[in-house]
């Protein structure tokens, strides 16, 4: 193959070989490793992510304290986050400082069981709140977190970048599909170039700078 140039084997057996390999393949990107060793790291925390249905008619007094946009209880170590949505579905993220191992020992398919153990880390907690974890109307979902370092970036390897996560995977802050869609815009333009090599060099370096200051606020927020 040429300089620049990469074979892309899909799932089915199919072969392309491409003048420009873009990685939008997320946390655990096989396209990074061309570019960069880093390896996402667990950050000490994970979200349980639960759904109340139409918590005006069922769970009224819940619904009053998340009220109409987004509420945060916080102490440190855990909290609840939950956030109203259409049809008054109150969407929550549990969030807990705990090791992976903590989480993989609760059964979560055992919806009763997986929420009394997390809904039991905040025993003292208002039951208006505990019920955003004892009543979901959906299996508990653990959401791990892991992130690459704040800074990431890599040299400019000839024919293949990364867009999203797979280049930036950061703690959630709010703006993580901003980014990726940024991303992605800014490279169509890129791509564009007479001068391929030199219009990605610019591309990275803006992302870079872009994704580190996303990077280091979502750090501070947590
Ligand atoms: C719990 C949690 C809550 C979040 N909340 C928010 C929020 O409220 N707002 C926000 O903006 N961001 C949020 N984020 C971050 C946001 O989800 C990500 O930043 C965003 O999804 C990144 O988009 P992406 O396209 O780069 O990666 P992804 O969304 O991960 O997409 C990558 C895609 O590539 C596919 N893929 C991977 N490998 C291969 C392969 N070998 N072949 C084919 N396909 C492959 C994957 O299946 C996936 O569909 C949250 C993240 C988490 C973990």
């Known amino acids: 193959m040429?300089?620049?140039?990469?074979?892309?084997?899909?799932?089915?057996g199919a072969h392309i070989v491409t003048n420009l390999l873009v990685g939008a393949d997320g946390a655990w990107s096989k396209t990074k490793p061309l570019l960069s060793d880093a390896a996402?790291?667990?950050?000490?925390?994970?979200?349980?992510?639960t759904y109340l249905y139409d918590s005006d008619a069922r769970f009224l007094a819940t619904a009053k304290v998340v009220g109409s946009g987004a509420l945060f209880?916080?102490?440190?170590?855990?909290?609840?986050?939950?956030?109203?949505?259409?049809?008054?579905?109150?969407?929550?993220?549990?969030?807990l400082t705990k090791s992976q191992s903590w989480f993989a020992s609760i059964d979560f398919n055992d919806r009763a069981g997986a929420a009394a153990c997390i809904a039991q880390q905040f025993a003292c907690w208002s039951p208006n709140l505990t019920?955003?974890?004892?009543?979901?109307?959906?299996?508990?979902?653990?959401?791990?977190?892991?992130t690459l370092q704040v800074e990431h970036?890599?040299?400019?390897?000839?024919?293949?970048?990364?867009?999203?996560?797979?280049?930036?995977l950061s703690i959630p802050n709010?703006?993580?599909?901003n980014l990726a869609l940024y991303d992605?815009?800014?490279?169509?333009?890129?791509s564009r170039s007479d001068h391929l090599e030199t219009a990605l060099h610019e591309y990275e370096l803006?992302?870079?700078?872009?994704?580190?200051?996303?990077?280091?606020?979502?750090?501070?927020m947590h």
């Open 206 to 220: 803006a992302m870079f700078q872009r994704s580190a200051r996303e990077a280091a606020e979502g750090n501070e």
């Open 40 to 49: 996402p790291e667990y950050t000490g925390m994970s979200l349980v992510e």
């Open 2 to 12: 040429g300089e620049g140039q990469h074979e892309v084997t899909f799932g089915d």
């Open 73 to 95: 209880a916080l102490q440190p170590g855990k909290g609840i986050q939950a956030h109203r949505e259409v049809n008054a579905t109150l969407h929550t993220y549990v969030m």
């Open 174 to 177: 709010g703006e993580g599909a």
């Open 131 to 146: 019920a955003l974890i004892t009543e979901s109307d959906t299996e508990l979902v653990w959401r791990t977190l892991f």
């Open 153 to 168: 970036s890599w040299n400019r390897v000839p024919g293949v970048t990364l867009i999203g996560d797979a280049a930036h």
């Open 184 to 190: 992605g815009a800014e490279l169509a333009i890129a």
